[in-house]
C-alpha cells in the first residue's frame, strides 16, 4: 500500500522550533519528488517546500523562506521539516505529498499532523 | 504568490453536471499542462482526482473532466452524486523548473 506518515506535530511557542518526519512506504522513495503543503484552520491549501528526489533540490514558499529546511533520507523513506521563528501565522495542518509518477501532482498525501503556535 | 481564483462554492442536484472555474495568470500557467485538482472530504487529506490538466488518475471516476484554456482551468463533474460533496482546489506549477506550486482558493460542491 502506498503510504506517507507524518509525525512531530503538536505545540510550540512563538519562536520556537519543531520538526516534522514523514514516513514513506509502497512506492520508489528516493525517486519522488516530495513536498509539504499547510493547510490553516477553516482555510485552504498552501504549497510550502519541495525536495527533489536526490534532495539536491529544495525551494520554499516565501511564507517560510529563511525559517524552514527540508530534508530526505532516502535509506530510510524520510522527509523532514525543520521549523524556526514560528509564529501563530504557522499554526496549520501540515500535509507531505508527494509525486510518485512521471507528473508533478501530488499523487500520494499523508494524513496530516497538526502544528499549533501559541504562547 | 497569490492564490489561483476559483468560486466560493457551486451546487447541483444528484445527476446534474457541474463546472468549477480556476484562474489565474500567464506567469501561474506559463502554457505547461501542469494543473491538477484535488478533492478534500471533511476531516480527510486531500486526493488528486485530475492532473496535467485532463488526465485522471487510476481509480478516479470518469466523470470527473479537466480542461485548461486562456489561463483558466476547469474541473467538471458530471453525474453529480451524493459522493461528490467535498471542496475542490486546483494547482498549477508554472513549469518543470519553476517547482512554485500556487493552489486555488477553493470550491465547496454541494449536491442539493
Known amino acids: 500500500e502506498v503510504q506517507l506518515v507524518e509525525s512531530g506535530g503538536g505545540l510550540a511557542q512563538p519562536g520556537g522550533s519543531l520538526r516534522l518526519s514523514c514516513v514513506a512506504s509502497g512506492f520508489s522513495f528516493s525517486s519522488s519528488e516530495l513536498n509539504w503543503v499547510r493547510q490553516k484552520p477553516g482555510k485552504g491549501l498552501e504549497w510550502v517546500s519541495f525536495i527533489s528526489g536526490s534532495g539536491i533540490t529544495t525551494y520554499f514558499a516565501d511564507s517560510v523562506k529563511g525559517r524552514f529546511t527540508i530534508s530526505r533520507d532516502n535509506a530510510k523513506n524520510s522527509l523532514s521539516l525543520q521549523m524556526s521563528s514560528l509564529s501563530p501565522e504557522d499554526t496549520a495542518i501540515y500535509y507531505c505529498a508527494g509525486s510518485s509518477g512521471s507528473s508533478v501532482a501530488f499523487d500520494v498525501w499523508g494524513q496530516g499532523t497538526m502544528v499549533t503556535v501559541s504562547s | 504568490q497569490s492564490a489561483l481564483t476559483q468560486p466560493r462554492s457551486v451546487s447541483g442536484s444528484p445527476g446534474q453536471s457541474v463546472t468549477i472555474s480556476c484562474t489565474g495568470t500567464?506567469?501561474?500557467?506559463?502554457?505547461?499542462?501542469?494543473v491538477s485538482w484535488y478533492q478534500q472530504h471533511p476531516g480527510k487529506a486531500p486526493k488528486l482526482i485530475i492532473y496535467d490538466v485532463s488526465e485522471r488518475p487510476s481509480g478516479v471516476p470518469d466523470r470527473f473532466s479537466g480542461s485548461e484554456s486562456d489561463n483558466t482551468a476547469s474541473l467538471t463533474i458530471s453525474g453529480l452524486q451524493a459522493e461528490d460533496e467535498a471542496d475542490y482546489y486546483c494547482?498549477?506549477?508554472?513549469?518543470?523548473?519553476?517547482?512554485?506550486?500556487?493552489f486555488g482558493t477553493g470550491t465547496k460542491v454541494t449536491v442539493l
Open positions: 500567464n506567469s501561474d500557467f506559463g502554457g505547461y499542462n501542469f
Open positions: 494547482c498549477s506549477n508554472a513549469g518543470r523548473h519553476s517547482f512554485r506550486y500556487v
